[in-house]
């Protein structure tokens, strides 16, 4: 390698240094939201060192071709000493400003699209639900309605026709009813029990 492009390996391991601070510095500040899952923290960290390096070498490969020697590593650990020295407290001071700024900003579009969008739909949706309801509460009493127009007289006419059937007849049809009747209590006695031990 050539004294300038040692040179500029050099400056360049200062700033990488720098940045892993930086960057470092930011991971742990959002661990906080994930420290209490261990096996997602675990991937995080190593996704995390993976990254870096990898970003770390890419910009070494394309300065000096990948050259890895002692002063690069010093001059890697200068940067990231200069970083905690000088630059820590105002990074953290700055990244606290940020996440609240963010946070903020999320907070108030999260709230005008409840406003603007959510809210209104979910007035729709219980409005047509409401209008479904009372036009099937409407059209139930009209079918019952008429329900009971149709079923009046054919009642009328089948108790004139029972009126006039010899007595035997009355008393068989007398006993079928009854027997329906018994048939409906003991079934809705069933429900009834059925749901009571469902609860």
Do not use: D, H
């Amino acid at each position: 390698m050539t004294l300038s492009i040692q040179f500029m390996t050099m400056i360049a391991m200062v700033l990488s240094g720098f940045y892993l601070g930086i960057i470092q510095e930011t991971f742990r500040r959002f661990t906080l939201y994930w420290e209490k899952r261990v096996i997602f923290s675990y991937f995080m960290e190593v996704c995390f060192w993976l990254t870096q390096t990898v970003i770390l070498f890419y910009v070494l490969f394309r300065l000096n071709g990948g050259e890895f020697r002692l002063y690069i590593v010093a001059a890697g650990l200068l940067g990231f000493a200069m970083y905690q020295v000088f630059a820590a407290r105002i990074y953290k001071r700055i990244l606290e400003r940020i996440i609240r700024t963010t946070a903020a900003i999320y907070q108030f579009f999260a709230r005008m699209v409840q406003a603007i969008i959510i809210t209104p739909i979910q007035w729709i949706v219980k409005l047509l639900i409401r209008s479904v309801l009372v036009l099937a509460g409407l059209l139930g009493s009209i079918l019952l309605f008429i329900g009971k127009l149709i079923i009046v007289p054919i009642k009328w006419v089948l108790q004139l026709i029972y009126r006039l059937l010899p007595e035997k007849v009355q008393n068989f049809i007398f006993k079928i009813a009854g027997f329906y009747s018994t048939m409906k209590n003991i079934y809705i006695k069933c429900v009834k029990y059925i749901k009571s031990k469902r609860r």
